[in-house]
């Protein structure tokens, strides 16, 4: 019997300036922040809201993460019914636990795993019912999922088994080689594709309804533009990017 999709469902990102982190992404995504206190005595922590619901938070990085030498970055949550189960599957198919299966007060119960190739991401089992899926185009949510990784056929494979996630199609891109795409149930989806000369990570597309103004807002308050804007398969418009701390995050629009 097929395995139900695990999307991701939760964005989090870990920087070293919490207050301009705040100002930043309010600015340039639109996101409402609203501080978290369900959770006593855990770091504080801010929720980033598209009306009454929330799509991720800030906090501070870990001090003995920043003391490895972790960047600011943005980190995603992989839905789970079972998150010692799932952790303990990751491992035996060749992941590796970064930190074992833990409560949060008032939350529910995660872990920080990594995939083989070395790409980082969370489990999360939350307490409470299940919210709503929305559709991937709504804007201030998540559009697209793109994982760059040393092997892109093998962690492809990976995802498939471990979360149910479904072949989509795969591009040819010339000299920088395969894009497979997949579905992680009916409002999720994404890509993955080889970068060998950078360490494996994941980057989330949060939505703009226009990416030419919102490209300005990422360079008027401090950041930088990587790549774009460019328009991609589908007549969607895109532009990575990097905030004022360092981390990496891109931007998606229907129409430039």
Sequence with gaps: MPKSPMPFFWYELMTSDLDAAEAFYTKVVGWTAQPFDAAPGMPRYIVMNV???????????PEDAAKMGMPPAWLGYIHTKDVDASTASLEKAGGSVHRQPDDIPGVGRFAVVADPQGATFMFLQPNGPDQPVVPASTPGHIGWHELYTS?????????????????????????????????????????????????????????????????????????????GPMEVPGGSWIVQCQDPQGAHFALMAPVR
């Design 51 to 61: 009306g009454e619901r929330g799509v991720g938070g800030l906090m501070t990085l």
């Design 151 to 227: 092997d892109w056929k093998a962690a492809f494979d990976f995802y498939s088994d471990q979360f149910g996630w479904a072949n989509a199609g795969d591009f040819d891109m010339g000299p920088m080689g395969t894009y497979q795409t997949f579905t992680a149930g009916p409002e999720s989806g994404g890509g993955i594709m080889n970068k060998p000369q950078q360490m494996p990570v994941w980057q989330f597309y949060f939505n703009v309804t226009g990416i030419d103004a919102a490209a300005k807002r990422v360079t008027d308050n401090g950041g930088k533009i990587l790549m």
